[in-house]
């Protein structure tokens, strides 16, 4: 009987997160999709670690990418970053060089990712939030991780750059257009 009721329970949870994501997802079309989307991200390698932000309802269960977001209209794409990582990470950031660019396609949603290098000036890690998305924020988590903690997450769990490189260094010597 305590067997059934754990099955039961596993389920329901299961069930309850694959509707949450599927919920997420349809979200994240509905707001970003159908449209080009520019978007400007932060590779911020500290210590040999590397920021990185879970996303809801754009992998599953996660999606793992550089902090990041869409430039406003009349926004330069340096202060567009340092907006993004502020609202996402708490942490206000220097932008340095410019890296790479990556092209995602899955309709309906079509982004141009442009890659900056980043240096931490102050605050504190936390959870930020999405303006964009209300009481409805896909922001999981937000932490460092090194090189063996992205080698065991699934590649699908990871943002589509990392498939480029076999560890967090190479990131900050990636140059040019990856379509992903």
């Known amino acids: ?31 970003f999709g159908n449209r080009l989307r520019l978007r400007v991200c932060g590779i911020c390698v500290h210590n040999g670690q590397i920021l990185l932000v879970n996303h809801l309802g754009l992998g599953q269960p996660h999606f793992w990418a550089p902090p990041g977001g ?12 340092i907006r993004e990582f502020k609202e996402e ?13 990556c092209e995602f396609i899955q309709m309906p949603l079509h982004a141009v990712e ?12 936390a959870i930020g939030l999405d303006p964009e998305l209300g ?4 922001i999981k988590e937000v932490r460092f991780f090194d ?20 560890n967090i260094a190479q990131i900050g010597h990636l140059r ?4 992903l």
């Open 70 to 81: 869409g430039v406003q209209t009349g926004e330069p794409a340096h202060e567009a970053l």
């Open 1 to 31: 009987m305590l067997n059934n009721f754990k099955i039961i329970l596993q389920t329901n949870f299961k069930n309850r997160n694959f509707l949450y994501n599927e919920i997420m997802t349809t979200r994240v079309q509905e707001i």
């Open 147 to 166: 090189d063996a903690q992205i080698r065991s997450t699934p590649l699908a769990h990871l943002h589509g750059i990392f498939k480029e490189v076999s």
């Open 89 to 101: 990470t708490g942490l206000t950031v220097e932008v340095r060089d410019f890296l790479f660019a």
């Open 135 to 138: 009481d409805r924020q896909i």
């Open 114 to 125: 442009l890659f900056f290098q980043v240096r931490i000036i102050e605050g504190n890690l």
């Open 176 to 179: 040019g257009y990856f379509k």
